[in-house]
């Protein structure tokens, strides 16, 4: 069974670069004939806002973008990945740390190391065996215990628009955080768990998050779970050349009329390379007769589910 997902952080409304994600996963999942599901990633409770997860899918449904399956919060969902924290810890791939952000910076300076800006600083793996008497603060991955029991330390995978794809987590990386210091669940964790819990075959998601899939590689196989399909899609950049996002103030979509949202539409899709289409009424048959020639288009991009 084919399956796709958008799993939107609701720090915000849905801006145009969310939007092509939204699409680009809806397409997919359509053309392969496979279903589609929302899912909010709202594990950083203090960075999420009120509202903003309503709003995102009332933003959605204006889009005809509608979820398959009952719309899942990570917020709701903490007892199972402790459950697989523990089951990490029982396997002896994930440990206590007691490092500061600044000690591990310190500790990369100390090691003749650069510490390269917006990047965060390779683990030098302090804590990996012990704690040496100071306070638990995060729980970490054992990548490197973890890459001497797979063939290669090397993550290999093929995304399905940039094609094959190589990452030495041990080095690039280094242990990444699994529950962060003040008690939230990293990124990397929720998703992987959320991914096999929603039996998820298909992730369609921004380039910007490309970095992020060898890290889920490894989680995935070490606890077990199949990969899915990865394709990351073009992003959609700011008057400035970066990336449009929630934090340097995308402005929130226009879907205040008909036209507001065909208008949306079409620009997600001309990001996506598809053809810009003639939508007359703009009514809800027009948006879903466009959004079916995009499928079409889609399917003949991405021919085969599978890289
Ligand atoms: N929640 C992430 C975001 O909004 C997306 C994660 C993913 O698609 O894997 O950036």
Redesign the pocket.
């Known amino acids: 069974m084919i399956r796709g997902r958008f799993?939107?952080?609701p720090t915000g409304e849905l801006h145009a670069g969310?939007l092509v994600?939204a699409l680009a996963s809806w397409l997919d999942a359509r053309s392969l004939q496979g279903e589609w599901w929302v899912r909010m990633?709202d594990v950083d409770g203090p960075r999420c806002i009120d509202g903003a997860a309503a709003k995102i899918l009332q933003q959605l449904s204006l889009c005809r973008l509608h979820s398959d399956g009952e719309v899942l919060y990570q917020s709701h969902r903490n007892d199972i990945y402790q459950q697989v924290l523990n089951q990490l810890i029982a396997k002896g791939l994930a440990y206590p740390c007691a490092c500061t952000r600044k000690e591990i910076e310190e500790q990369q300076v100390s090691l003749g190391l650069s510490l390269e800006r917006h990047k965060s600083a390779v683990y030098p793996g302090t804590c990996r065996n012990g704690l040496d008497g100071k306070p638990a603060r995060a729980w970490r991955f054992n990548v490197t215990q973890w890459s001497t029991l797979r063939e290669s330390p090397d993550v290999h995978w093929i995304d399905r628009r940039l094609g094959p794809q190589v990452q030495n987590v041990q080095e690039e990386v280094g242990d990444f955080v699994l529950k962060r210091a003040d008690g939230l669940w990293a990124?990397q964790m929720a998703?992987v768990v959320d991914d096999a819990a929603q039996n998820i075959s298909h992730?369609v998601?921004?380039e910007d998050?490309t970095d992020n899939t060898a890290r889920q590689y490894l989680l995935q196989e070490a606890l077990g779970f199949e990969h899915p399909h990865y394709l990351h899609t073009p992003l959609v950049l700011g008057f400035n050349g970066e990336k449009l996002s929630k934090q340097n103030d995308a402005k929130a979509l226009d879907l205040s009329s008909p036209r507001a949202v065909c208008l949306a539409m079409q620009s997600a899709a001309s990001t996506l390379g598809l053809s810009t289409l003639k939508l007359h009424s703009c009514d809800s048959a027009d948006l879903d007769e466009a959004l079916s020639t995009w499928t079409q288009e889609w399917a003949q991009r991405h021919k085969r589910a599978s890289p």
């Open positions: 799993a939107p952080s969310s994600a990633e990124y998703v992730v998601r921004g998050l």
